[in-house]
């Protein structure tokens, strides 16, 4: 009796308490696309890194990648000035997809990409049954004009959406902003040695 009563009152005080509003908060879009940009400052090609995470239906982060050499290829073994590197890089949402732990949690998975893909990529996404493609503004140089419009077709016949990510980035320089007028002091020292 004793426990009833006190649960019928810790809901009713809850109830009267206002919530706080949170401000700045990402949208899912917003947080895995900032994801993808993070993902892909782990590759090593100067001259384009992309990055990619697949998102479970219920919106979890299931695997992550980025453009890079293949597993057993050291990331020094390639010469990344040549033009010839695109035989030796596998691409972000291979990597992603090749990464997954669990790979019938890719069915109706939702895959955010930094640039769009490659007609090459979207048959893969389609093989392993992910259903979306989000992919952000960065461009692929060796995309080109005719490689879209077969990854467009692709996506078209397979029935899987081909969506351009239609936020922006800038909520990350404004909360690193709000989290310095806050707190100057995380920005300030040094870490700590491990």
């Known amino acids: 009796m004793y426990f009833r009563r006190f649960v019928l009152f810790t809901h009713s005080h809850l109830a009267l308490k206002k919530k706080p509003k949170v401000f700045g908060v990402p949208s899912f879009d917003d947080f895995y696309m900032a994801m993808c940009f993070l993902n892909s400052s782990r590759s090593k090609d100067p001259d384009m890194q992309h990055g990619a995470v697949i998102v479970d239906a219920k919106k979890r982060i299931i695997s992550i990648g980025y453009n890079g050499t293949p597993a057993g290829i050291g ?11 695109s035989f030796f890089v596998v691409s972000a949402d291979e990597n992603a997809i090749d990464n997954c732990q669990t790979p019938w949690r890719l069915d ?16 893969r996404i389609i093989n392993n049954k992910i259903r979306k493609i989000i992919y952000g503004p960065l461009l692929n140089k060796f995309h080109d004009k005719r490689d879209w419009e077969m990854s467009v077709e692709l996506a078209n016949l397979s029935k899987v959406i081909l ?27 040094p870490l700590p040695a491990i």
């Open 75 to 85: 990331d020094l073994e390639i010469d990344w000035s040549k033009l010839t590197k």
């Open 108 to 123: 109706n998975a939702v895959i955010y990409l930094s640039g769009p893909p490659t007609a090459s990529s979207v048959k």
């Open 163 to 189: 969506e351009k990510y239609p936020g922006n980035l800038n909520w990350i320089k404004d909360w690193i902003g709000m989290l310095n007028a806050v707190r100057p002091e995380i920005f300030e020292q």
